[in-house]
């Protein structure tokens, strides 16, 4: 079980005077953006030989693209030849057991004029995000809007860390 993105956010919500449906936690952002709000996901993974019930892992960075390459290493399988797959092999974690990924994560949206974009203007994001360890950086196309956080001390992405780390800016 998962979902594709954090919960909506249409503009019409506000306009009659509601909350939008869905929780995220303690995450700013919803759908629409590039915020932990927006972008993270449910997980839940059943297969009762191989992954113990009630089994968490909160601190390992899988994408959706680890999916087809995690499922894959799990049940013994190999791609086709000549497949070459973006995602990486998570299964330790898709098992409950943390993980560490050997390449940062990367997320664009927004870039394109007629894109959706959230009803509450707090939550419109930059448009590029990088996720590498504890660290996430977003910045425009232009490097205009960059952004940085460290999720480990503050995963409500409340605290820009631009200025006190350039150089992990630069790095990343």
Avoid at 85 to 105: F, K, N
Avoid at 143 to 156: I, K, M, R, V
Wanted: aromatic letters at 12%; charged letters at 25%; one cysteine or more.
């Amino acid at each position: 079980f998962t979902s594709d993105n954090g919960p909506t956010d249409w503009p019409r919500y506000y306009k009659e005077g509601f909350a939008p449906p869905g929780y995220t936690g303690p995450f700013f952002g919803r759908k629409w953006c590039l915020y932990e709000g927006g972008i993270r996901m449910p997980f839940i993974i059943r297969r009762p030989a191989k992954v113990e019930a009630g089994k968490t892992d909160g601190t390992s960075i899988v994408a959706a693209l680890d999916l087809f390459p995690s499922l894959l290493s799990m049940t013994g399988t190999r791609p086709p030849a000549g497949w070459d797959l973006d995602g990486e092999d998570m299964s330790g974690a898709l098992t409950g057991i943390a993980q560490e990924r050997s390449s940062p994560v990367f997320w664009e949206y927004g870039g394109n004029p007629g894109i959706l974009r959230p009803g509450n203007p707090d939550f419109e994001s930059p448009t590029n995000a990088m996720r590498d360890g504890d660290w996430k950086l977003l910045t425009n196309d232009d490097g205009s809007g960059t952004q940085l956080f460290n999720l480990a001390e503050d995963p409500g992405e409340s605290n820009d860390l631009t200025a006190v780390h350039p150089e992990r800016v630069r790095e990343m």
